[in-house]
Structures are given as structure tokens and as C-alpha cells.
């Protein structure tokens, strides 16, 4: 059986074993890494590497920061602010939610802002005496739909402009992506607010026994607003301003590395707290669906599936219907690899299929961006996603069922926009 075959069929079974939650996600996940070594398809190394990875190194690093939060006493405040804004309705903290994530996942990285809004939406719901669980999926999902409103807010996007620079393309502008970035993320406030809240886990499916390790002992509230709360926040505004610089020389998984080790030295939260802020859950499952990745792309499956696609598509199909089969594969595919890894297999398939189409290329590239930042049916497509997969003990579906709404939203956004601002 060829590599790309078996590939295929352990990411089947695992998608079965995912809706289906016969395992734990994480258990699943190391399960088919171990799988596709035995097959031979990835070396052993392969499946461990993702623990020293950027990915990793990022997540471990924004937990201990968000952690940080409560154990200074910021989150308490800043809950308390908010609630004086929004109220103490389900609705009215899920607006203030939506909005800040979005606002602040337009500049930095999707997962860095979950990791540090996520110990103040569950110290505001506590304190409002609301379901945790319902207000952790609008988090993730704006911290991925938001990040379509500029060119940094996904490392995707970056990604796809580079890679459309060096296939003879013009690259995407700083703020071109906001051009229908705006409207899905406008879109997917509203669709919360109206109607997806409906498709939310009922009730509060939440771990209170983790939340409780999670939020830890607060250190005195006056005490939050002299040393240790000014070092906190001044520590977490220079993390969060040096990732939005996104200087190549310091890559944010080593800035968010600096400033966990700053905050511990610092005493904004203690090693030991430091150590059980880390959810190995949502580490083991990012390191298993990365050595899937790796696997999809190694083996030729991922490829095997794009150009399957393409030569459905054909050469005879009108332009949208291309832009609607690329958009659509690229968000399938998104919600079982890594973004990052969606955009450098399909970008280069793609773009040259859409100019030898006489399509636009500028307006693929940019349905590549949205649909790879569309991580919605499944909780191991994103980083963001997995991050609130154990605070809320959150299921498969309690991630699809929203997710299909948001998902079409976004499909009619790019069908729309998309040939408005770069005709076809």
C-alpha cells in the first residue's frame, strides 16, 4: 500500500474517532503519529518533534503568562471592568468578549491572544455566574476569524503573500485582507449574537476542578495594583507589542519563552504554578495532528487530494466555481492540519492553476488566507481551539455545531467579497 494511502486512512479513522470520542482527543492524536511510524510513513523523530517546536514552545509559554494573570490578581480586575461594561448577561459578556479577541487577534497571534483573554473570560463568567463552556467557543473562533483583518493576524497570511511573491504574484498589502476580513469578522460577531449562541453546549460543561488549579490563589487585589500587577502587565504589553512587530529575530514563540521566564523570575506567578499551568491535553494533541501534518505532506496524501481537486475542476468550470472548490478544500483541509502547513501545500498549487485558468491569482491567494484561518469542525484543526478544549471539557461537536454556521458565513463572504475587490 502506498505511503499516501495508509496516511489517508489513519486520518479517516482518526476523524471518526474524533466525532465519535471513543478516546481522548490527545490519545488519538499521539495514536495515529505512532501509527504512521510503524507504517513507516514518518521516522520516530518526526512524531517527537513537535515538542521542541514553535508551536509548542508558544502554547507552553501563553499558558504560563495567562496563568500569570490570576495569580497576580489582574484577571480579577480586569473581569471586574468588564463587567461594569458589558453587564452581567450571558450576551452582554459575550460581546465583550467577541470584540476584545478580534480587536486583538487583528495584530497578534491567534493563539497568544486566547491564552491570555481565556483567565478573564472564565473569572468574568465565574463571577457572573455564567456558563464558562458557551463563552469559550466565540473566543476561539474570534481569535480565528479576526485574524483575516490584516496581514499579520495569521501566520497563514504570511505565508501565502510570501509564497504568491516568489510565483511572480503581487503580494497582499498590510491591510488588503481587511477588505473582507472586516465583513466576516463583523458577521461573526453578530452571528454569535444572534443566532449561534444556540448552537452552544447547554448548561456549563466546564472542569471546574482544572479551572480551580487554573485560576490558583490570587495574591492580595491591592496588592495587584502596586508591584506585581504593574510588572504583569508591563511584561504582558511588551510580549504582546514585540509579537505584533514580528521581527524575524526574535520569532514569537522566543518571545513568549522570554516573558513566561521573565514573569516566574519576576515572581507574577511561582514555578510551580508555572508548571501545572501547562494542559499536556492540548500539548499532546498539537504535537500528534503536527506529525499528521508532516505525514500529509511527506507522504504526498495532501497533494495527492489538491490535485485530485484540480483536475476536478477542469478546465472548462466557470471562475467561481474554482475560487469556491479552492476555498472549500482549503477549509477542510485546515480543520485536520495545521494552517501554516495548508497554506505552503496549496498555495503553490493553486495560484499557478488559477493563472494557467486566467483567474486572478491576488483573489485565490486571499481565499486561501480566509479559508486556512477557518478551523471551525473540529478541535484539533488550531492551537486556539485546542487551548479551550480542556477549561471547558469540550467535545467534538460542541466545536461543529457552531462552527458549521460560522463556516458558511465566511464561504458567502469569500464568494462575495472576494470577486468584488479582486474581480475574477
Not at 149 to 154: I, N, P, Y
Not at 199 to 214: A, E, R, W
Not at 333 to 353: C, D, G, K, Q, S
Amino acid at each position: 500500500m502506498q505511503q499516501s494511502t495508509i496516511t489517508l486512512t489513519v486520518l479517516l479513522i482518526m476523524a471518526f474517532l474524533f466525532i465519535t470520542e471513543k478516546f481522548p482527543l490527545a490519545l488519538t492524536s499521539m495514536s495515529g503519529a505512532a501509527v504512521l511510524v510503524l507504517a513507516g510513513v514518518i521516522e520516530v523523530p518526526t512524531m517527537f518533534s513537535a515538542f521542541s517546536g514553535s508551536t509548542v514552545v508558544l502554547l507552553v509559554s501563553m499558558m504560563i503568562i495567562g496563568a500569570s494573570l490570576f495569580h497576580t490578581g489582574i484577571a480579577g480586575k480586569m473581569s471586574d471592568r468588564i463587567i461594569q461594561l458589558t453587564g452581567t448577561s450571558e450576551k452582554g459578556i459575550m460581546i465583550g468578549t467577541l470584540v476584545s479577541t478580534a480587536v486583538l487577534s487583528s495584530i497578534c497571534s491567534g493563539v497568544a491572544v486566547v491564552a491570555m483573554m481565556l483567565p478573564i473570560v472564565i473569572g468574568i463568567s465565574t463571577k457572573a455566574r455564567v456558563s464558562v463552556s458557551r463563552q469559550l467557543i466565540p473566543l476561539c473562533f474570534a481569535a480565528s476569524f479576526a485574524g483575516n483583518l490584516t496581514l499579520v493576524g495569521a501566520a497563514s497570511n504570511v505565508i501565502v503573500s510570501g509564497q504568491m511573491k516568489i510565483l511572480g504574484v503581487r503580494p497582499l498589502s498590510f491591510l488588503e485582507l481587511g477588505k473582507v476580513g472586516l465583513p466576516i469578522t463583523i458577521l461573526g460577531i453578530l452571528y454569535f449574537i444572534i443566532a449561534g449562541k444556540a448552537f452552544l453546549t447547554p448548561g456549563d460543561s466546564s472542569d471546574k476542578d482544572y479551572l480551580d488549579l487554573f485560576m490558583g490563589k490570587a495574591i492580595n487585589q491591592d496588592e495587584a495594583g502596586s508591584l506585581k500587577g504593574v510588572l504583569n502587565l508591563v511584561i504582558l504589553g511588551a510580549v504582546l507589542a514585540a509579537m505584533a512587530l514580528d521581527n524575524d529575530a526574535f520569532p514569537m514563540h522566543l518571545v513568549a519563552a522570554l516573558g513566561a521566564m521573565v514573569m516566574v523570575l519576576t515572581g507574577c506567578i511561582k514555578e510551580n504554578d508555572a508548571y501545572k499551568a501547562v494542559d499536556w491535553s492540548t500539548i499532546f494533541i498539537v504535537a500528534g495532528m503536527s506529525a499528521v501534518s508532516k505525514a500529509m505532506d511527506s507522504s504526498g496524501a495532501a497533494k495527492l487530494l489538491s490535485t485530485s481537486v484540480a483536475n476536478l475542476i477542469g478546465t472548462d468550470s466557470s471562475k467561481l466555481l474554482v475560487l469556491f472548490v479552492i476555498i472549500i478544500f482549503t477549509m477542510f483541509l485546515t480543520n485536520f492540519m495545521m494552517n501554516t502547513t495548508a497554506a505552503i501545500l496549496l498555495t503553490p498549487l493553486f495560484i499557478p492553476l488559477a493563472t494557467g485558468l486566467q483567474i486572478n491569482p491576488v483573489a485565490v491567494g486571499v481565499g486561501i488566507c480566509v479559508a486556512a484561518s477557518s478551523p471551525f469542525l473540529t478541535p484539533v484543526g488550531s492551537g486556539t481551539n485546542t487551548l479551550v478544549v480542556k477549561p471547558g471539557n469540550l467535545k467534538f461537536m460542541d466545536f461543529f455545531r457552531p462552527g458549521l454556521g460560522i463556516s458558511a458565513i465566511i464561504l458567502v463572504c469569500c464568494m462575495v467579497f472576494i470577486p468584488l475587490f479582486w474581480p475574477l
